[in-house]
């Protein structure tokens, strides 16, 4: 694996800078149409806790009901700014094996360590999580997740079959990727297409599941949402968003031990654009 990027305070707050952006573009769509989102995971707690930013924080995330991502992905199609920004996913880009979506940011680049050799567009992202229908009933769960383990096994063959230390680990994965990613994915838009044409107890992200809440969260924690401060920017945010934090961080308004104070997004290259806080400010409000 190449040597990790190790970046400075001031590269830090320039990517969290240009993930803002693209924080504002989601927003600005999701209001023209009428669509639901909420930031989710550290960026959700970074609004409740600081109003922006986690300070080390360096990955932005938002996430939508099934239904919802769906408008958002018809609604990309033609209002996003495609000068500035690229909605990824299996739909859009070939080479993308991920079960959710994410906006790029053109003309720059972030080249996630062990993803060097993958076929797909890269450059600074958000995640764009897609919360799924859950089964009801504790069979179907089980069986259900075992089907998505397996998916997300297929999917990961491409990093799987170089990433792996373990010799038979890699010819395991390397045979699994001889299996199209196209077929991977039509099987779990099937599998999952039988829950989410109904109303079930829970939703879920099915292929980025949080491991302490393998069923994922109650539907209710969903059934509202609210604006929120995000570094200057009004964005929504679900109305639950105590529980969700709590299931997902527990006490989570502790600051963490210095040790655990850092970011996720480890890359082996990485290049910015020059954008202010101030800028995306001004276009944020002359859009509102």
């Known amino acids: 694996m190449s040597n990790l990027v190790e970046l400075s305070a001031d590269e830090l707050r320039q990517l969290q800078i240009i993930e803002l952006e693209m924080l504002a573009e989601v927003d600005r769509i999701c209001r023209k149409h009428k669509i639901n989102y909420s930031v989710d995971a550290g960026t959700l707690l970074g609004a409740v806790r600081h109003k922006g930013f986690i300070p080390w924080d360096d990955d932005l995330d938002v996430m939508f009901l099934h239904d919802d991502y769906e408008k958002f992905f018809e ?58 229908n859950v089964p009801d009933g504790g069979k179907q769960r089980k069986k259900f997740n075992r089907q998505m383990f397996c998916i997300r096994k297929l999917l990961y063959a491409a990093l799987g079959r170089t990433n792996e230390k373990n010799l038979f680990m890699r010819i395991w994965y390397s045979l699994l990727y001889l299996i199209p990613s196209k077929l991977t994915h039509k099987i779990k838009d099937k599998k999952t297409a039988k829950y989410n ?31 929120m401060e995000f570094e200057g920017l009004k964005i929504m945010a679900i109305k639950g968003y105590d529980e969700y934090l709590r299931m997902r961080y527990g006490n989570y308004m ?35």
């Not at 940011?105 to 360590?113: M, Q």
């Not at 393998?214 to 969903?222: H, I, K, S, V």
């Open 254 to 288: 502790e600051l963490p031990p210095m040790e655990q104070r850092k970011g996720v997004m480890e890359a082996t290259y990485f290049s910015f654009i020059d954008i202010t806080h101030d800028e995306i400010l001004e276009k944020y409000k002359s859009s509102n």
């Open 75 to 132: 609604a990309c199609k033609t209002d996003l700014d495609t000068t500035r920004f690229f909605f990824q996913d299996h739909r859009t880009d070939p080479g993308y094996r991920w079960g959710y979506g994410k906006i790029r940011r053109l003309g720059t680049e972030y080249i996630k360590a062990g993803q060097e050799k993958l076929k797909q567009k890269t450059g600074i992202c958000i995640d764009v999580f897609d919360l799924e």
């Open 197 to 227: 044409s109904v109303i079930t107890q829970n939703v879920n992200c099915h292929m980025w599941p949080i491991k302490k809440c393998e069923y994922g969260f109650p539907r209710e924690l969903f059934s509202g949402f609210t604006d």
